[in-house]
């Protein structure tokens, strides 16, 4: 089956720890996002990627960081510099080009502190 | 900048009652609209989108929108509603420029729908 996978479905992070949530997509898109989701704010999105080797600043990127070298993969990693980092994470996939296709997202990860 | 503003954050009706969830949107250029759907602890699901063309788009599950430019607004409707429809709803709006899209939603700050029986 096509889809995006995301793990772990939770994770939990002590402090100064950077932790690393994966998301793996195998729908052949060629851009890929992420997105924080606090309750009540909707989900804001904290990087972006239109294709291999390169990636975008969202709205909420300080304390975050990604690398996109597989089509396939997008990781995010949580620094010790995102003083609060406790959300749902969600990953998304489209074919790209700027053609406001469709998102596809995968399960999301719930981060919490200790 | 664009911004997204969805009017109740929580909805309770009735099953086979009408429902509808309020949109508007705020842009100084043109947008592509979207419904998305999300389920307890899971992702986003598509509902619908706005591109162009007829201004009454009809999505799954039954859901219909129909987009103002006159009122900027994108508000999502359901004719008769089911236990199974109680999820979180978000509207999104997606920049135009030309022909094409940064490629970046916006998202509301979403409504949560409550079908009792």
């Known amino acids: 089956d096509g889809g995006i996978t995301q793990s772990p479905k939770y994770l939990f992070r002590k402090e100064g720890q950077n932790v690393t949530l994966s998301c793996e997509q195998n729908?052949?898109?060629?851009?890929m996002y992420w997105y924080r989701q606090d309750p009540g704010q909707g989900l804001r999105l904290i990087y972006y990627?239109?294709?291999?080797?390169?990636?975008q600043k969202g709205d909420i990127a300080e304390g975050y960081s990604v690398s996109r070298e597989k089509k396939e993969s997008f990781p995010l990693t949580v620094t010790s510099a995102q003083k609060n980092p406790t959300a749902f994470y969600l990953c998304?996939?489209?074919?790209?080009?700027?053609?406001?296709?469709?998102?596809?997202f995968g399960p999301g990860t719930r981060l919490l502190v200790l | 900048a664009q911004s997204v503003t969805q009017l109740d954050s929580q909805v309770p009706v009735f099953e086979e009652a009408p429902v509808e969830l309020r949109c508007n949107y705020s842009?100084?250029?043109?947008?592509?609209l979207f419904w998305y759907v999300q389920y307890p602890n899971q992702g986003l699901q598509l509902l619908l989108k706005?591109?162009?063309?007829?201004?009454l788009v009809k999505g799954i599950n039954g859901f219909e929108a129909e987009f103002n430019k006159s009122q900027t607004s994108f508000h999502l409707r359901k004719p008769s509603v089911h236990i199974s429809d109680t999820a979180e709803y978000f509207c999104?709006?997606?920049?135009?420029?030309?022909?094409?899209?940064?490629?970046?939603?916006?998202f509301g700050q979403g409504t949560i729908l409550t079908v009792h029986p």
């Open positions: 998304a996939s489209s074919i790209g080009g700027n053609r406001a296709e469709t998102q596809y």
């Open positions: 999104a709006v997606d920049v135009r420029v030309g022909g094409t899209s940064y490629g970046k939603l916006t």
């Open positions: 729908l052949n898109h060629d851009a």
């Open positions: 706005y591109l162009s063309g007829s201004t």
């Open positions: 842009s100084s250029v043109s947008v592509y």
């Open positions: 990627s239109q294709i291999v080797n390169d990636f």
